[in-house]
């Protein structure tokens, strides 16, 4: 069964510094795809990146960065030159070519200070 | 473009009561979930559907039905309302294949009492 892992519950970081948000998932596929999603207060699911399992490139959206490592089964984020505003709460999923379900990791929540 | 549509946006219901949770997509989308989301435990799949007619089990389906007559609309219901089931209700929708995202209503707020 495929499972998300996201073991920070909480990260504080300053502004204009760098995170990594840790992801890392199980599953028996070989084709997936590995979804990043932000949750701000106003409780919306705001789409950020997405990976394919066969992508050969980690995936960049403007700020936004996934580094994939397929052997050790990690997907985790990268923000570069955080913002007050990436204060939020940030999810890892996954879809399987399969059952094409999306299944969610528990999140972390992401303070950045000021 | 009115992309997914939940109503209502707040409830309260009380201990035994039923009520259905409305979704509407117009994007033609073949998929459509529901998410319970409740603090610390991330969002969790209800219920799924991967076309019309079509619908399958989640993580956490106890207490709860859904049927799929056609591809614009995913109803969930409530049969009998449990205090354990208050929480954030999303519906979600995606195209088939890998590289789309699902795309999120707003949400529905959920109180037992």
């Known amino acids: 069964a495929q499972k998300i892992t996201q073991t920070q519950p909480g990260m504080f970081v300053q502004e204009k510094e760098a995170v990594t948000l840790d992801c890392t998932y199980d599953t028996s596929d070989q084709s997936y795809g590995l979804f990043w999603y932000k949750q701000p207060s106003s409780g919306e699911m705001i789409f950020l990146i997405y990976q394919g399992s066969y992508d050969e490139q980690n995936a960049t959206e403007g700020r936004y960065s996934l580094n994939f490592q397929k052997a050790r089964k990690s997907a985790n984020l990268v923000i570069s030159a955080s913002q007050l505003g990436d204060s939020a709460m940030y999810f890892c999923a996954m879809r399987e070519w399969g059952a094409q379900k999306l299944v969610f990791g528990q999140g972390t929540r992401l303070t950045i200070n000021p | 473009n009115a992309g997914v549509t939940q ?107």
């Open chain 2, 7 to 113: 109503t209502p946006k707040f409830q309260v219901l009380k201990t035994g009561q039923s009520m259905t949770l409305q979704c509407a997509q117009d994007m033609n989308h073949e998929y459509m979930s529901w998410y319970r989301q409740d603090p610390g435990m991330g969002l969790r799949l209800i219920h799924y559907s991967v076309g019309a007619g079509i619908t399958d089990q989640g993580e956490v389906p106890n207490g709860y039905n859904v049927s799929r007559s056609t591809t614009e609309d995913f109803p969930l219901r409530l049969l009998s309302a449990a205090p354990s089931q208050t929480s954030v209700y999303f519906c979600a929708s995606s195209y088939g294949g890998l590289n789309y995202g699902y795309t999120f209503g707003s949400g529905t707020r959920l109180t037992v009492v």
